[in-house]
């Protein structure tokens, strides 16, 4: 479900400057938190990588193949073995720089912005299936027992897993981005709100509202995370919101510029980019449950834009001390 329409278009920027066969960047240090994360950082992937997700066996990297940016793909990498890299679609079918990747248990779903589809791919690899064409810009995809989620541009829609018709959710979003659902409604950002509209149909309701941008939300069993940048300013804020609308509660601030969020189990992840106009080191990867305050799982990270949680596995995304991009990982 990460979405990177707020920020692939930076990536591909960075990436461009970037040389080619450039060394392993470093990846910075941790103040190890509670519950098992007991790791260094370790970088498993060198490479402009524009989304990511995980399951409890693989990591699978929406990945560039050129330094173009023109091709992409979907590369799967073990997480017991990160040196174990399979790319199970790859430019010649062809796939464009992968927007936002969603799993299921057999199948990688992703939105392909460039050219306008969304698709998905076996895990083990094989076929490509479009599930929805002539979209315009189609940017997070989320994925449940039936439907793929996914916003484009200005609308948020559904479809079947297996491909159809897409049936419009929501139109006239301002920039819509990082869908999210549960097992009745769908939740989505747009460049100022968070907004959420029945599965089955029926009206959008904005749940929060902010003067700053929101590039990425997440949810639990009863809340809405979002992430609120200011429109200019170095800070940021990690703020939570009822999922049926209410009080929105700050639960962190000061961070720096956060691009990106996960849930997992109680806690919540926040990637802090810290990216001005140059390459920085000064970013980092923050863990927060309810009653407790934030702890840096890891710091010094060069420019981290996506991150994603699974039980013991937390992984993101940097823009590399040189742009040429980096994933790193930390257990």
Not at 131 to 153: G, H, M, W
Not at 216 to 241: E, H, K, M, T, W
Request: with cysteine; proline share 5%; net charge negative.
């Amino acid at each position: 479900m990460r979405s990177v329409a707020f920020f692939s278009s930076s990536i591909v920027f960075l990436g461009l400057s970037a040389c080619g066969g450039a060394p392993s960047e470093g990846v910075g240090s941790t103040t190890v938190a509670e519950q098992a994360l007991t790791s260094e950082p370790s970088t498993i992937y060198n490479g402009p990588v524009s989304a990511i997700a995980q399951d409890d066996k693989y990591i699978f990297l929406g990945a560039a193949t050129d330094m173009d940016h023109t091709t992409g793909g979907i590369i799967r990498v073990d997480r017991a073995n990160p040196s174990n890299q399979v790319t199970i679609a790859d430019g010649s079918n062809p796939d464009v720089y992968p927007g936002s990747i969603a799993l299921d248990d057999s199948y990688v779903y992703y939105s392909d912005t460039f050219a306008g589809t969304v698709k998905r791919v076996p895990k083990s690899g094989g076929s490509t299936t479009v599930i929805a064409n002539q979209q315009t810009e189609p940017r997070s995809v989320f994925v449940d027992s039936k439907n793929l989620y996914f916003a484009t541009s200005a609308e948020v829609k559904r479809v079947a897993k297996g491909g159809g018709t897409p049936t419009t959710i929501a139109w006239h979003q301002e920039s819509a981005n990082d869908v999210v659902a549960d097992s009745k409604y769908v939740y989505w950002a747009t460049y100022h709100t968070v907004a959420r509209a029945p599965i089955a149909g029926g009206a959008s309701v904005t749940i929060a509202r902010t003067d700053g941008a929101i590039p990425a939300i997440a949810i639990d069993s009863s809340s809405v995370y979002f992430v609120d940048n200011p429109s200019y300013g170095l800070v940021g804020s990690i703020r939570s919101v009822p999922k049926i609308g209410g009080k929105v509660t700050t639960v962190a601030t000061n961070q720096s510029i956060p691009m990106d969020l996960a849930v997992d189990g109680s806690y919540v992840y926040w990637a802090n980019s810290a990216l001005t106009d140059y390459y920085t080191n000064a970013g980092s990867v923050v863990r927060w449950t309810k009653g407790s305050s934030p702890v840096t799982i890891a710091d010094k990270q060069w420019g981290p834009l996506l991150v994603t949680a699974r039980g013991s596995s937390v992984v993101w995304v940097n823009v590399g001390e040189t742009g040429s991009g980096t994933v790193v990982a930390v257990h």
